[in-house]
């Protein structure tokens, strides 16, 4: 008998962008990734992930992340249940305020 890994990574999938194409599931060398029966993909086996990227990289949606489980080395946020998060804005880029000059509209005299 073998024990079961303990997974390295973590693979989040966003449910709104999914479409099920399946593309991921299919160029995933580990099969972790099948699509359900509402059309979307899921983590099969998630302790089967060797990080290599390929699902990331070919889904045309941006539906799907892969990140090390110590949680080093991503910027993509951590996905909110029941909305799209924003994988594109990095993280705080909406929280700074604009600067002063940015917010005065007044013209610089000659
Ligand atoms: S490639 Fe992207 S859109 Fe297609 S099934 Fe996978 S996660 Fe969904
Ligand atoms: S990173 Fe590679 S092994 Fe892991 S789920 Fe994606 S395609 Fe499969």
């Known amino acids: 008998m073998t024990a079961k890994r303990k997974p390295l990574y973590t693979v989040v999938i966003y449910p709104d962008w999914c479409k099920g194409c399946g ?3 299919a160029f995933c060398p ?6 359900d029966h509402q059309g979307k993909a899921r983590v099969d086996r998630e302790d089967e992930c060797i990080n290599c990227g390929f699902c990331e990289l070919h889904c045309p949606d941006f539906a799907i992340v892969v990140r090390p489980r110590n949680g080093m080395g991503s910027s993509f946020p951590e996905p ?3 909305t799209a998060a ?3 804005a990095p993280p705080g880029a909406a929280a700074s305020p604009p600067s002063e000059a940015a917010q005065s509209p007044e013209p610089k005299k000659a």
């Open 23 to 25: 593309i991921c599931a």
């Open 30 to 35: 580990k099969k972790v990734l099948r699509i």
């Open 80 to 82: 909110i249940p029941g």
């Open 86 to 88: 924003t994988p594109c």
